[in-house]
């Protein structure tokens, strides 16, 4: 039997164990296949060493091997025919296990019954030339995988197919989350066609239902088809880790499903209005501008419902135009063309739309990836759904970006590395003067980068390195290459090392006081991002083309900056990481604690809450999530109704100190308690930065709570600990502050009371401004 | 490719698209005896057929169908049109 090695076969517990593994022996992984038969997915090794298989059994006869220890399993024999070699075996008195070959994609399997070759396991293979037959098979004229993967991080990759067909395996025995997972892990590392977006949004919306996994509650309504942008906005959200349950309104009835959902009763977090253009473009000569002017009535009578009525925050996405139609290209853009058209209204929309509303551009959206591929006429006559497959897909990631900006707002790090991703080339190798930027083509494409990088900056995005360089030559590039456009100044960290990526990122999250899910990171290497995703999941990993010049392109195609304002405070933010790292140094310098915090010479500043104050409270309300007692996510109408009471308290406390003006740092909102025996203040909200804690501006805010309330004749004062994941950090702190418990219940939080009829201040080093 | 062939395709197009490896269809199935197959999956699902045999239908060649049966003379007729285009 003309037979040849084809691979050895290691059984391994976990998915870690075979990054470890090749790791060590400086293997490469290929490619992935899941065998259903085995419940087991099987990594093979590429290049040069000859191929070694890991085998990952989650379940089946393979998890139990070497008593679930894993191990060497077997070694595998290629034949050109498995048949024959299965005669010629049987002749020999030496059966196979299976009565017929299994299907493991390129190649079909048997194995050797064991007991005939005296416990080595021995596998026989088949490579076969045709694609698996065992589903439809792919057609010439297929839409392309979505961002094609051109990332070089193919290692270990499932085909679609693949995909889908393991989390039906996985739901058919109940593993559930583990499906939901696997679908989260593809769709991050955009793995999925257009197509499979939409069709993983349909699984995690019956996942999220059935588990009844706490969820955004979104209404999609519009002059057009929702339904397939409101299944791809779900499975948009689970790729950056949120449950989503998105709900679709009848088509085009906005007005009327927006009065029905306010008067339902049914809590909505957020409304997306998603307009088209019929009745806009369909206009008889002339009658331009008043169509523009019902259209933009139309969607204000809608905002009103929205955020009046319903309480929910807004993303309205604009008008677009699909052709210029029969007045042609040039003058479509003029007068009452339907170009000219769609933008005017898109400027209407956006002057009035309401302060912490987001707007989708469709115009750039849909420019971007470009109409012809954007739209689709024939979905649009057949179901008024004008997107294509891809378009949905598109759309729906837009407004997830302007829902994710609106809630847990802009990432705040971009982590970069240096060699071949700041620059062209080693720094180690070529020295400070002989990295690539400008001159040549790619050095043209790095300084490009290193341009939008700093723009980012100037808006309040911190940026940090992290490299595998000596520190010195990580730093000379900076100090003495005057073609760099960044500046050591510009970093807000930097780590130079050894040591692996995700220390250093963690060292720098605990450092600036950043949780892990605000940090992206951008890296040219495959290896170093793959590394990243698996140690650190909660960092955004960009899929870093391997072409310099397409970098700036595929960071921004992440939306992880999407804002709906920039504050002054953000255009200050690397100058105020900056000083509190030199505080932080005068920290160390102090002999005794008290004697720091005496010499910051910290002044707070207390203000009542007042009308320019009120968007920025409102956007702490919905950022501030480790120092939140309670975490009501107010919206501005209810914070204007709350404080328009004449009992209640709203203060800000803004704070400066020797080394830097914080800005506005603590938010406290009370109402009065109806019914209580004694006039008692209830603390509705108190959330502060992270960049102020443990130097008593606790102790100065409770202390000016206190002074308030007692001024409008409280004599009592309730506070709320309402535990979240993210909060833990403030579970104890009235009970430091002094104050009694009153009641505890594991999910609904601690009540505390504080008597206040007699002044009793706690100590504190920060002033109170006169 | 004979009527069972392109049965035996289109099951596992329906299988796929409606995430259920156990369904089963027969030339008398309609939309009423699948789970899920409403208006708008009716349209996944030809598109997604569409893609499988590598042919296009016309709209209302894709809204008269009444069961698998006139799915099956459909996608049957379209290939022959594709195979008589091909050898022209």
């Known amino acids: 039997m003309n037979g040849t090695l084809h691979h050895v076969s290691i059984i391994v517990p976990d998915e870690d164990r075979v990054h470890e593994l090749a790791g060590l022996f400086g293997l490469e992984l290929g490619r992935r296949q899941y065998v259903e038969e085995y419940e087991a997915d099987c990594i093979f090794t590429t290049g040069s060493c000859g191929v070694i298989e890991f085998i990952i059994a989650t379940g089946g006869k393979l998890a139990k091997f070497n008593k679930g220890m894993g191990g060497l399993h077997h070694i595998a024999i290629a034949v050109p025919d498995l048949d024959q070699a299965r005669r010629e075996l049987s002749e020999k008195g030496i059966p196979l296990l299976e009565t017929k070959p299994v299907d493991a994609g390129p190649i079909q399997i048997n194995f050797v019954a064991p007991a005939y070759t005296r416990g080595v396991i021995v596998e026989y293979v088949q490579p076969v030339e045709a694609p698996s037959t065992r589903a439809a098979s792919a057609p010439p004229d297929a839409e392309p995988t979505r961002a094609a993967a051109t990332d070089g991080s193919d290692a270990g990759r499932l085909s679609e197919q693949d995909i889908f067909r393991k989390a039906r395996s996985l739901r058919k025995v109940g593993s559930m989350q583990a499906a939901a997972d696997l679908l989260r892990d593809a769709l991050r590392r955009h793995w999925l066609s257009a197509e499979g977006i939409e069709k993983a949004g349909r699984h995690i919306a019956g996942y999220l239902d059935d588990s009844g996994t706490p969820s955004l509650e979104v209404l999609v309504l519009g002059q057009c088809t929702t339904n397939w942008v409101s299944t791809c906005l779900t499975a948009a959200a689970w790729g950056g880790a949120a449950a989503l349950r998105a709900s679709d309104g009848q088509y085009d009835n906005v007005i009327q499903e927006l009065m029905a959902a306010a008067s339902s009763g049914r809590r909505y977090d957020l409304v997306v209005l998603l307009p088209w253009h019929q009745r806009l473009l369909g206009a008889a000569p002339g009658l331009g501008q008043v169509r523009i002017d019902e259209e933009v009535a139309f969607w204000q009578q809608a905002w009103q419902i929205v955020t009046a009525q319903m309480s929910a925050r807004l993303v309205q996405v604009g008008y677009d135009w699909v052709s210029p139609g029969p007045l042609g290209h040039h003058l479509a853009g003029k007068a009452e063309g339907p170009v000219q058209l769609v933008r005017q209204v898109n400027d209407r929309l956006r002057a009035a739309l309401p302060p912490s509303a987001y707007f989708v551009d469709l115009e750039q959206a849909s420019g971007i990836m470009g109409r012809e591929r954007f739209y689709d006429a024939r979905r649009y006559h057949w179901t ?39 620059w062209g080339g080693v720094v180690g190798e070529t020295g400070p003067l002989g990295v690539e930027v400008g001159d040549t083509a790619a050095g043209e494409a790095f300084r490009a980068f290193q341009l939008h990088v700093k723009e980012l900056a100037s808006r309040g995005c911190l940026l940090a390195v992290s490299s595998k360089n000596n520190p010195e030559d990580a730093r000379e590039p900076f100090e003495k290459n005057p073609a760099l456009a960044l500046a050591l100044g510009d970093f807000a960290a930097f780590e130079a090392s050894w040591e692996p990526k ?38 955004a990993v960009v899929e870093v083309p391997e072409e310099p010049a397409h970098y700036v392109r595929a960071l921004e195609a992440g939306q992880w900056f999407e804002a709906v304002s920039i504050t002054e405070e953000d255009r200050a933010r690397t100058e105020q990481y900056r000083a509190e790292a030199q505080r932080r140094d005068a920290q160390n310098s102090f002999a005794s604690m008290e004697d720091y915090l005496a010499s910051l010479d910290m002044v707070g500043d207390v203000r009542d809450v007042d009308d320019a104050d009120l968007a920025r409270v409102v956007q702490l309300l919905g950022k501030t999530n480790q120092f939140n007692l309670t975490t009501r996510r107010h919206g501005l109408d209810t914070v204007r109704d709350m404080l328009a009471q004449p009992r209640s308290i709203g203060l800000t406390v803004r704070i400066t100190d020797r080394f830097a003006d914080y800005g506005l740092v603590a938010v406290l909102l009370g109402v009065e308690e109806v019914g209580a025996s004694v006039p008692t203040l209830h603390v509705d909200t108190w959330l502060m930065s992270c960049r102020v804690i443990a130097r008593t501006v606790e102790e100065f805010c409770l202390n000016s709570l206190v002074a308030a309330a007692a001024a409008k004749g409280y004599r009592r004062v309730i506070g709320h600990y309402v535990p979240t994941r993210k909060n833990a950090l403030v579970a104890d702190l009235y009970d430091r502050l002094g104050f009694q418990r009153v009641a505890s219940d594991a999910d609904a939080g601690t009540t505390y009371a504080m008597d206040i009829s007699e002044p009793a201040p706690s100590k504190t080093f920060v002033a109170r401004r006169a | 490719m004979n009527r069972d062939d392109v049965q035996d395709k289109l099951l596992a197009v329906f299988r796929d698209v409606f995430e259920d490896d156990e369904l089963q269809i027969s030339p008398q199935t309609t939309a009423d005896d699948v789970e899920g197959w409403d208006s708008l999956m009716h349209v996944s699902l030809m598109i997604n057929v569409e893609r499988a045999f ?10 008269s169908l009444k069961n698998v049966n006139e799915l099956i003379d459909l996608v049957v007729s379209r290939l022959a049109i594709k195979g008589a285009e091909g050898r022209a």
């Open chain 1, 502 to 539: 995700s220390v250093a990122i963690q060292r720098m999250a605990k450092t600036l006081q950043l949780g892990l899910d605000s940090f992206v990171f951008f890296d040219d290497n495959p290896a170093e991002r793959e590394h990243v995703r698996q140690m650190l999941p909660d960092v």
């Open chain 2, 54 to 63: 590598g042919v296009k239908f016309s709209s209302t060649q894709v809204a």
């Open chain 1, 384 to 422: 008024k759904q004008p997107f294509s497959e891809a378009g949905a897909a598109c759309l729906a990631d837009h407004i997830w970006s302007g829902i994710r900006s609106t809630t847990t707002g802009p990432k705040k790090v971009l982590v970069l590395d240096l060699d071949n991703t700041l």
